[in-house]
Each structure stands twice: as C-alpha cells, then as structure tokens.
C-alpha cells in the first residue's frame, strides 16, 4: 500500500537488524563501503546460500572493491 500511495519509493522487504546494521555502518561512509561492511559482515557470520563455480567471474557496473570482495569470497551469503 505505502508503495502505491508513493511512487518513486522503494520498498524493501529487508530484515530489520539487517537494517539496524546498514544504518549504524553508514554513519560517515559512502553507499560503496556500506556495501562492502555489510559483505563482509555476511561472510563472517552468515550462512552459505551458494557457491560460485571456478571461473566464473561476476561483472557489473558497480563498485570495484565489492566485484574483487565477492569474487575473491566465490559465495553467496545471508545476512545472521
């Protein structure tokens, strides 16, 4: 309904200490290095969701350091 009654809002069905975390690491960072933390914070204390096969290389036009971050980790993680 909130999304309906706004357009141009996003809605994020986002966990909410999930979303706790993502504030707290966004004080005096850019949205780059949030991204970054809150990668590693999954690596270190989430499960596995997937695996990457070897060779396999992920591509976009996003930040550098988070495309070496998860190509470097070759998995998927959820957030603890």
Known sequence: QVAQ???GLCVLQQDMVETIFGF???QNNNVSRI???M???RAKFGQVLCSIA???D???DGDLAV?????NHRKL???P
């Not at 495309?67 to 190509?71: G, K, T």
């Open 54 to 56: 070897a060779g396999v």
């Open 67 to 71: 495309l070496r971050e998860f190509n």
């Open 58 to 60: 992920a591509q976009a």
């Open 24 to 26: 707290i690491c966004s």
């Open 77 to 79: 993680y959820a957030f």
């Open 35 to 37: 991204c970054l933390l």
């Open 5 to 7: 009654s706004l357009p």
């Open 39 to 41: 990668d590693r914070l």
